[in-house]
């Protein structure tokens, strides 16, 4: 599970930098000195031109990027530090790019189920519900199973 010191203050940066890698390391940081504090409830919107570090700064938030500077919490827990299975039971990231695993439309749905084997009976009565709530049916997608 993913550990909650501090569920009043869900996002906190302070101090966050991350370096540019590869071709551009003459450039600035792509994030640099960073502090900002996401309280829950809140809404905020981050914008920036491209190359301004927007994706970045939540890649750092879960996990995908460890090694910048500073420090970044997630309900009171390093971001770099939370167990990743435990962070993708609890977040979700849909990237610019759309990414799709192998297989069917029903498998890339259930792409967090921790059995190696069947969905269990919760997990697909789950996915059901999600559906019903897009106001979706599993007829509706051609490769469903």
Same mark, same amino acid.
């Given at each position: 599970?993913?550990?909650?010191?501090?569920?009043?203050?869900?996002?906190? =940066?302070? *101090? /966050?930098?991350?370096?540019?890698? %590869?071709?551009? &390391?003459? $450039?600035?940081?792509?994030?640099? #000195?960073?502090?900002?504090?996401?309280?829950?409830?809140?809404?905020?919107?981050?914008?920036?031109?491209?190359?301004?570090?927007?994706?970045?700064?939540?890649?750092? =938030?879960? *996990? /995908?990027?460890?090694?910048?500077? %500073?420090?970044? &919490?997630? $309900?009171?827990?390093?971001?770099? #530090?939370?167990?990743?299975?435990?962070?993708?039971?609890?977040?979700?990231y849909a990237q610019q790019e759309p990414f799709v695993l192998?297989?069917?439309?029903?498998?890339n749905l259930l792409a967090t189920n921790n059995n190696t084997?069947?969905?269990?009976?919760?997990?697909?009565?789950?996915?059901?519900?999600?559906?019903?709530?897009?106001?979706?049916?599993?007829?509706?997608?051609?490769?469903?199973?």
């Amino acid at each position: 599970k993913l550990p909650v010191e501090d569920a009043s203050t869900p996002i906190v =940066a302070r *101090g /966050l930098t991350l370096a540019r890698k %590869g071709v551009n &390391t003459n $450039l600035p940081p792509v994030l640099q #000195d960073l502090c900002l504090t996401l309280n829950k409830g809140e809404i905020v919107g981050i914008a920036g031109s491209s190359g301004s570090g927007k994706s970045t700064l939540l890649k750092c =938030a879960l *996990g /995908l990027i460890p090694d910048y500077q %500073g420090s970044l &919490t997630l $309900l009171g827990a390093e971001a770099r #530090d939370i167990d990743k299975v435990s962070l993708s039971q609890a977040l979700v990231y849909a990237q610019q790019e759309p990414f799709v695993l192998t297989g069917t439309i029903r498998d890339n749905l259930l792409a967090t189920n921790n059995n190696t084997s069947q969905p269990t009976q919760d997990e697909e009565d789950e996915l059901l519900l999600a559906l019903q709530r897009a106001s979706l049916q599993p007829t509706d997608f051609a490769d469903w199973e």
